[in-house]
């Protein structure tokens, strides 16, 4: 089946500092990868996305590479700002699923001045 | 481009009662989803319909959740009778192709609703 482990949080950074979110996940088939941000009150934006294998997908200074022989899809930022403070979703959608999206649990971050 | 819209956005009720969500998509998108966010956990999906029809209700519970789509643009979800673990966010999103174009299409997101069952 389809499911996404992500990295439990809470997760707090002073800013400037290097940000790391681990995503793993087991698929059937070819999924694409996405990670998802929700503001306070807010609902889920698409950060980045990445729908084969090696791509890279970037954002706002976010990135994240789909590894497929470590079935990975980890978040990375090498300046975190205090606008970054928000939960961070990862998510895969299964090639033999019509798009259904799988989410992992959520990491929360904070980013302190 | 206007976004997905969602309401109401909040809503408490007693268990029990019956309470009713609208979701507004995209304009021009054929897929939408409904989603269960319970706090502390990523979204689960409830169903997905494509245009007016249902790709997938697997997860939906039946005996108190029903959802429509009609003339493939609004959708309502339907809790009767709720109860205490239906207490959650309820996140609406859209998507631009067919669920049959397969996967890696983005979905946005409306604000969601959030309910209190008492």
């Known amino acids: 089946g389809n499911s996404v482990t992500q990295m439990e949080g809470p997760v707090t950074l002073s800013e400037e500092a290097f940000l790391t979110i681990n995503c793993t996940y087991t698929?059937?088939?070819?999924?694409?990868l996405f990670w998802y941000v929700q503001y306070p009150g807010e609902g889920l934006q698409l950060l980045l996305k990445a729908t084969k294998a090696d791509d890279k997908g970037s954002n706002k200074g976010f990135e994240a590479t789909y590894r497929k022989e470590t079935t990975s899809f980890h978040l990375e930022k090498g300046s975190v700002q205090v606008s970054d403070s928000a939960v961070y979703f990862c998510a895969l959608s299964g090639s033999t699923t019509g798009n259904q999206f799988y989410f992992g649990t959520g990491t929360s971050l904070t980013v302190i001045p | 481009e206007a976004g997905v819209a969602q309401s109401p956005r909040y809503k408490i009720i007693e268990k029990r009662q019956s309470v009713a969500f609208w979701c507004n998509p995209i304009?021009?998108?054929?897929?939408l989803y409904w989603y269960q966010q319970i706090l502390g956990q990523g979204p689960k999906l409830l169903i997905q319909f494509q245009n007016n029809g249902v790709v997938d209700d697997s997860q939906l519970p039946k005996d108190r959740f029903s959802a429509e789509r009609l003339k493939g643009v609004d959708s309502t979800l339907k809790i009767q009778p709720a109860k205490l673990e239906d207490s959650a966010v309820y996140l609406c999103?859209?998507?631009?192709?067919?669920?049959?174009?397969?996967?890696?299409?983005?979905?946005?997101f409306g604000p969601g609703t959030r309910l209190t069952v008492l």
């Open positions: 698929a059937t088939g070819y999924p694409s």
């Open positions: 999103a859209s998507s631009l192709r067919p669920s049959y174009a397969g996967a890696g299409d983005t979905q946005y």
């Open positions: 304009s021009g998108h054929a897929t």
